[in-house]
């Protein structure tokens, strides 16, 4: 199976700031990498797909890249609704594997 | 609107039966494949299991921790798909989620609000 490992785990940041959220896999998955965003309680929600195409919908302060073992999602600016916690999933090979998930919160 | 939504979920003993829902509205599941995604309180996420579309012969996928005991189903004339749990342990608790595979792109784009899944005596 393919590990995906986030860094950091947990972060603590300010409305504004901006902030990089890194996902790695154990072995290439070319760009078959989507983010998600999850609040408590939530569904998670789809950000971007294929590594940095934003999702319908989703605002251009999120962005991704990168492509075979290591990918970021970038949040430019960061505002009040986008304290959540964020998973990478690699859609390369089956089981399709989640990252562990990085949780923003308030500084 | 295009939604899922799970049902069927509920409190069950070790070694017991389950099977949840996953309704579509708003667009016609058939074409879709869907995937089921479970999250332990607390916890991550951790992908379950797939099934494909009829012109895909209906191809399952499952992860090793639920292989053998859990199986996918659809109903395209219903727009459901459903989740068959058998022999289940107390480590499956959690809620499960279903999702559809993206017309567009490699992902997940529409998730339903989850169905919680209680395995205890």
Not at chain 1, 12 to 23: E, L, M, Q
Request: aromatic fraction near 10%; glycine fraction near 10%; charge should be neutral.
């Amino acid at each position: 199976d393919i590990q995906l490992t986030q860094s950091p785990s947990f972060l603590s940041a300010s409305v504004g700031d901006r902030v990089i959220i890194t996902c790695r896999a154990s072995q290439g998955i070319s760009t078959y990498l989507a983010w998600f965003q999850q609040k408590p309680g939530k569904a998670p929600k789809l950000l971007i797909y294929d590594a940095s195409t934003l999702q319908s919908g989703v605002p251009s302060r999120f962005s991704g890249s990168g492509s075979g073992t290591e990918f970021t999602l970038t949040i430019s600016s960061l505002q009040p609704e986008d304290f959540a916690t964020y998973y990478c999933q690699q859609l390369n090979n089956y089981p399709f594997t989640f990252g562990p998930g990085t949780t923003v919160d308030i500084k | 609107e295009v939604q899922l939504e799970e049902s069927g979920g509920g409190l069950v003993q070790p070694g017991g039966s389950l099977k949840v829902s996953c309704a579509a509205s708003g667009f016609t599941l058939s074409g879709s494949a869907v995937h089921w995604v479970r999250q332990a309180s607390g916890k991550g996420l951790e992908w379950v299991g797939r099934i494909r579309s009829k012109s895909k012969n209906y191809a399952t996928e499952y992860a090793a921790a639920v292989n053998g005991r859990f199986t996918i189903f659809r109903d395209d004339s219903k727009n459901t798909a459903y989740l068959q749990m058998n022999s289940l342990r107390t480590e499956d608790t959690a809620v499960y989620y279903c999702s559809r595979w993206a017309i567009d792109g490699p992902s997940l784009d529409v998730w339903g609000k989850g169905t919680t899944v209680t395995v205890s005596s």
